[in-house]
């Protein structure tokens, strides 16, 4: 209701298919005295617009390819002997032969020493961690594929 207290509001269900023909929608208000108005109209409903067309040259199949997952993921467990890591860091590089690799994200290992990173585009990483405790590191070189998910369980070692 609107502050002057003429306008107002309010939700009416629609029939699931209500056919080419107006429909009566009837509406039944009550105000806080009991005091009652009803409302019938016939309202003429529009179907949904047809989608787009495709762009011109485009295949049917490639547009059913750009549809699918652009993204993979990287799962696993952080260990030291048979043991999960708890908390420790680890760090993902985008692979690159050619040049030196660049830092691409971090995870914080959970309770059972897993750890995860979603998203990520497809190619080569490489993942590192390290436990400065016990002087012990762990890496691993993982390929991503787009729709998939790459489990890498690093081991920490001397």
């Known amino acids: ?73 990287i799962t696993g467990t952080l260990k030291e002997g048979p043991r999960p890591q708890r908390q420790l860091t680890v760090v993902l590089y985008e692979f690159d032969p050619q040049d030196k690799p660049k830092e691409k994200a971090r995870a914080k290992t959970d309770d059972a020493g897993k750890f995860s990173f979603k998203d990520l585009e497809p190619g080569k990483y490489t993942l590192t961690a390290a436990k400065p405790a016990s002087r012990t590191k762990a890496s691993a070189q993982v390929k991503v594929v787009a729709g998939k998910v790459v489990t890498a369980d690093l081991k920490l070692s001397r």
């Open 1 to 73: 209701m609107n502050g002057d207290r003429t306008l107002w509001a309010g939700s009416v269900p629609l029939p699931a298919d209500p056919g080419p023909e107006p429909q009566a929608i009837g509406v039944e208000f009550v105000s806080n005295v009991d005091k009652v108005a009803i409302q019938t109209d016939k309202v003429e409903f529009q179907p949904p617009p047809p989608p787009p067309p495709p762009e011109k040259g485009a295949k049917e199949g490639a547009a059913k390819k750009e549809e699918g997952p652009k993204t993979g993921t």
